[in-house]
């Protein structure tokens, strides 16, 4: 039942190829209705998602894009695995909106939550502002939850656009703290760290979606975006240091050799890969939230380009006291201590309290005005 009737909507990365964007979409909507209020994702992608996510012929323009249609064909069973996913698990809206549509919506909705993920990062959306709410005229009905830039300081070719489109938010909840320092300096206010809104359910709230995987024997589970080899070789040295086998979520088109190769899992298995693991290896954010819901002894290599995305994966192992799992050298898991999760929970325990309860008061506080 929804609470007094208030139509809330959340705009962020509900299609994309990437396991923790779909997760975290899924967590909020079930977040929002464990507080008791209906909510729908507004049927969106910019121009550059759409180009990065080539998955049927329609979709090819260049000869870029052939090639990545022909070559990369496991992206395509990935897609219809997520499609299906967001289908069977997500409450997304009746229409599909082109950006000059969006405004239409604000006959539809009472709220407007732009988040999680990287829905404020105008360099992966190239100066779309759409995520930062461009649409909605109405400053009441703007709130973000756990939304997140994607770098410690925004490009000086977006600092203007940036600064214009998020300074009548009524609500900045933000998911790093790196985050609330770009909020202070370009608009002056302050704002709540929060939760990504994987964190905001409990792991048992997971079976609803978990699919079981069968695989007999121990293993370690590396998720790799970064296509390190650093990673890779500390990967396979950890599972014949603890005769495990070696299991490769794998999105790229090159193999890891001396373990299987996983190319086209749907976001429930990839839950249960992590649930099951002895070990997780990852330069994935929500590798790194999932291992921590699910208890897992894992660890994580940062990106070491210079244009990179590591505020993300720094603010959340600094928040769970967790940076020693960071990996520097292929031999490093000689010398690590096991994780007491006992400390990590019960900070996970309150941060969950807190970030549910700035979420509900969000909601609330729209309802007055509504």
């Not at 709130?143 to 300081?153: C, K, L, V």
């Not at 040295?237 to 190769?261: F, S």
């Amino acid at each position: 039942m929804n609470k007094d009737n208030i139509r809330i909507c959340t705009i962020t990365h509900h299609t994309v190829l990437n396991y923790g964007a779909v997760l975290q979409a899924y967590a909020l909507q079930k977040a929002i209705k464990k507080l008791g209020y209906n909510s729908e994702v507004l049927d969106y992608d910019s121009e550059r998602v759409k180009r990065v996510y080539i998955t049927s012929l329609k979709q090819v323009k260049t000869l870029k894009h052939f090639i990545k249609y022909v070559f990369f064909p496991y992206d395509k069973e990935r897609k219809r695995n997520i499609q299906k996913f967001v289908d069977d698990n997500i409450i997304v809206s009746k229409k599909r909106y082109k950006k000059e549509e969006l405004i239409d919506s604000n006959k539809i909705y009472d709220l407007f939550i732009t988040g999680s993920d990287q829905v404020w990062n105008l360099r992966l959306h190239e100066g779309d502002t759409s995520y930062m709410l461009d649409f909605v005229t109405d400053m009441n009905k703007k709130g973000s939850y756990a939304a997140s830039f994607g770098y410690n300081e925004v490009p000086e070719e977006y600092k203007e656009l940036t600064k214009k489109n998020i300074s009548d938010f009524k609500y900045l909840n933000i998911r790093e703290k790196q985050g609330i320092d770009i909020i202070k300096n370009l608009i002056h206010r302050e704002g709540n760290v929060v939760l990504d809104p994987t964190f905001l359910l409990e792991k048992d709230d997971y079976k609803d979606i978990e699919i079981p995987i069968k695989e007999s024997k121990p293993y370690v589970l590396l998720y790799n975006l970064t296509k390190s080899k650093t990673i890779i070789e500390f990967a396979q040295k950890l599972a014949k240091e603890n005769q495990c086998k070696l299991i490769v979520i794998n999105t790229e088109l090159k193999r890891v050799y001396n373990g299987k190769n996983v190319r086209d899992a749907s976001p429930e298995k990839f839950i249960s890969y992590i649930k099951n693991a002895k070990f997780v290896i990852t330069s994935s954010f929500h590798g790194i939230a999932f291992s921590i819901i699910f208890n897992k002894q894992f660890y994580y290599e940062l990106n070491r380009k210079k244009i990179n995305n590591n505020s993300r994966l720094e603010n959340i192992s600094d928040i769970f006291g967790l940076e020693s799992r960071e990996i520097s050298n292929v031999n490093d898991f000689k010398n690590l201590e096991s994780i007491n999760y006992k400390e990590v929970n019960a900070k996970l325990e309150a941060l969950r309290k807190d970030s549910s309860k700035i979420l509900k008061e969000m909601i609330e506080d729209c309802k007055k005005v509504k």
